[in-house]
């Protein structure tokens, strides 16, 4: 996903909306009740009533004749929940009846939907943003709709409105008065709104906070009636299927479509700047046609080189002097001259893929008044649609999207250049136009084709003095840039990008001296934010090492750390309880052995403690036992299912998945067959125990990746002696 270091596109803001900013709006349209902050029209999913609403205030919410309520949201929803956190957050103040909510994606004004997290110069979905930045705005906008539904009561029934009472979509009168939302929208809407408006306090929320809130589109999901990108089917359309370079960075050179085009089914045989498209009347024939076309690469400027090289040229990069400096508290080289004793390690981290259930796809249609429309899942819309403009050779304005549902991104879905968004303008340019295009990549696309979280390698070197006291770190990181050579190229600062160093530039340890050191690398793999981003990768190097620091101090883990944190309460809190509820110092079956690790990412707080086993060389995790502070939670269910999901997430990436390049430059991975996400059979029990907060909510959908890694290293550390520092784990046991 999207990192923090987006918050440097604009200005700083506060993740609060002013009151000044709450120019709160509405308009009758379409017989719909529509409220926001202001802006231009909205555009949601397959919403046709709210692309073709006039009015210039209908930005979050909706509410319809038929006493229906759409919540408008400015983010993008791939799994995570940010649908559900956001219509907690409105109908905790609207009050209206939760099996009449529905939650659709909408784009097309900065001002309502812009991040604020990231200044509000972007729309867009990711760093664990979506609840952070919409407690407030998405209250307010639920409070001001209840307000005027019920001065539109009050005046209706001539009582005063402070004896309306608001429940389950429906307003009440003692004298027996009673109407749906549905009945009062149009009236609501003709009155005048609220600029100052009052929210409920803590002690009087129903929704928020509550965990037998049973999430709002369970039901379409499980039965399989939401629609996801696969699911669009439009008059006339049309299938395409790709063909890209064996290479990155290769071209076509030429091809035959022949034989192809021949075969039954089979439309069109075109070349585009990122491959050749087979285009069918549908999937199948497409699929079918794909190995009949021949087609000849240039590849004079493509990556050849395999992951063993690379990595080879990235730990010899390691033991020199890094390029740029991240972060220098006292004197490193000296410490570290001076220590009592000193620790070395050298990590080297694969390049992993996303590997989401559901390969990328979009769907493409030019229309006869020049508008070009696309499905998607659209992470970063904004970006997209000037992309898709560029291809098209139209304004940004004539492009409109309609943001689908995805199952999982992990960040594939935020790619700056809009892969996907833009292949499928470049295949319906190329026919012509003659009619919509759905781009569909089978996984072996995605995996061959895709990008990819960066290798790396970290070399670190750690003093310790005659006390056992930490006091010089020195940490170098090799790695490629996300952001550079993309439109976030601006981001990076002083030859540091952030995405490459947080987590270890910001080391929550108080260690008197700290240097910290990036080496940025130019590579032809195209890579991408993955899920938890760069501290996927520094939250192992950091916490294992560290780990490994305390054994050469005779320390106990728990302890060593804690000694360190006395000015990182938040860290420490989330630390002891994960200690305690796992039972960290009491005895554990034979053969058991816990690990621990701390890390924050994205403002939130995660603890992991990991009971594994080790057998013939295989590791096996039974137990996990996760501890969160994450401020005010929204919805605890949801908190709980995000860490789960993260800790199997992470807990597949450290164990066995790598993308590797063979000695050609060619990925070596095409299926779930040889790249292995953890498999349900490998899934270990997970206890997730919340820290009750009034700080201000920060995000899940991310930080539960970055501490099981190192957790479960450590465990094994424990179980054998070896400190594993190459990945996957099933690599570095045998190194």
């Not at 769907?363 to 560029?390: C, F, K, S």
């Amino acid at each position: 996903m999207l990192p923090k270091i987006i918050e440097h596109l604009a200005p700083a803001a506060s993740v609060k909306t002013s009151r000044r900013a709450f120019l709160v709006a509405s308009a009758a349209a379409a017989g719909a009740f529509v409220i926001g902050f202001g802006g231009v029209p909205a555009r949601a999913a397959g919403g046709a009533a709210v692309s073709a609403a006039p009015a210039p205030f209908d930005a979050y919410i909706r509410i319809a004749a038929d006493g229906s309520v759409t919540i408008l949201s400015s983010q993008f929803d791939m799994g995570q929940g940010s649908y559900h956190g956001l219509a907690t957050l409105v109908n905790e103040e609207l009050g209206a009846g939760w099996d009449r909510l529905t939650v659709e994606g909408a784009t097309g004004d900065l001002k309502a939907y812009g991040n604020i997290a990231w200044g509000g110069a972007v729309q867009g979905t990711g760093g664990s943003s979506s609840i952070t930045t919409s407690f407030d705005r998405y209250r307010k906008a639920g409070a001001a709709a209840r307000i005027m539904l019920t001065e539109a009561a009050a005046k209706d029934w001539g009582v005063p409105a402070s004896e309306i009472t608001v429940k389950d979509g429906r307003l009440s009168h003692p004298s027996g008065k009673s109407a749906g939302f549905g009945d009062l929208a149009a009236k609501a809407a003709q009155l005048p709104v609220p600029q100052d408006v009052p929210l409920k306090g803590r002690n009087d929320w129903t929704l928020i906070g509550n965990s037998d809130l049973r999430r709002y589109d369970s039901k379409a999901k499980t039965d399989g009636t939401h629609p996801f990108t696969i699911d669009v089917k439009l008059p006339g359309m049309l299938t395409a299927v790709m063909i890209h370079p064996p290479r990155f960075g290769a071209v076509v050179k030429s091809f035959d479509g022949a034989k192809a085009k021949a075969m039954k089914g089979v439309v069109d045989v075109v070349a585009t700047p990122r491959g050749v498209a087979v285009v069918g009347d549908h999937m199948w024939a497409a699929l079918a046609a794909r190995d009949a076309v021949a087609v000849t690469w240039d590849e004079s400027k493509a990556e050849t080189r395999g992951s063993a090289a690379i990595l080879a040229d990235y730990e010899a990069r390691a033991a020199g002097k890094p390029q740029a400096v991240a972060r220098n508290d006292g004197d490193a080289p000296k410490a570290l001259a001076g220590a009592a004793k000193t620790v070395e390690a050298t990590f080297r981290f694969p390049y992993l893929a996303h590997a989401a259930m559901e390969p990328l796809n979009a769907v493409a249609r030019m229309n006869a008044d020049g508008t070009l429309e696309l499905w998607a899942g659209h992470q970063l819309p904004g970006l997209y649609q000037g992309i898709a403009a560029g291809v098209a050779g139209i304004k940004p304005e004539q492009v409109v999207l309609h943001i689908m549902k995805t199952g999982g991104g992990f960040g594939r879905r935020g790619t700056p250049d809009a892969d996907i968004v833009a292949e499928a303008v470049m295949v319906a340019k190329a026919i012509g136009y003659k009619a919509p295009v759905k781009v569909q990549w089978t996984r072996e696309n995605d995996m061959r084709g895709g990008r990819y979280r960066p290798a790396y390698v970290h070399r670190l070197k750690a003093g310790i003095d005659g006390s056992g006291k930490l006091v010089a770190w020195d940490h170098h990181i090799v790695g490629q840039s996300i952001v550079a050579g993309t439109p976030f190229q601006g981001l990076i600062r002083n030859g540091i990008d952030q995405t490459s160093v947080e987590g270890a530039s910001n080391l929550p340890y108080a260690v008197p001296n700290l240097h910290v050191g990036l080496t940025s690398t130019e590579v032809g793999v195209p890579p991408l934010w993955w899920r938890a981003v760069g501290s996927t990768h520094t939250a192992y190097a950091t916490e294992a090492f560290l780990d490994q620091v305390a054994a050469a101090a005779g320390a106990d883990p728990l302890a060593f750390r804690l000694a360190m944190l006395k000015d990182h309460p938040r860290h420490a809190a989330v630390l002891k309880l994960a200690a305690e509820k796992a039972g960290w110092g009491k005895p554990l079956a034979k053969g058991r052995f816990l690990g621990l690790a701390v890390h924050e990412s994205f403002h939130t707080f995660v603890a992991h403690v990991a009971e594994v086993s080790v057998k013939g060389g295989e590791v096996k995790v039974h137990r996990v036992v996760a501890a969160v502070d994450c401020g005010t939670v929204v919805n605890p269910d949801v908190v709980k299912a995000q860490i789960e999901g993260g800790t199997g997430f992470g807990l597949g990436a450290i164990l066995a998945e790598e993308l590797t390049l063979g000695a050609d430059g060619a990925v070596e991975q095409g299926n779930y067959d040889t790249y292995t996400p953890l498999r349900i059979s490998a899934m270990p029990k997970v206890e997730v125990h919340i820290v009750p907060s009034e700080a201000p909510p920060t995000g899940v959908g991310e930080p539960g990746v970055p501490s099981i890694g190192p957790a479960v290293a450590n465990a094994v550390a424990r179980a054998t002696g070896k400190w594993i520092t190459t990945l996957p784990l099933t690599r570095g046991m045998q190194a």
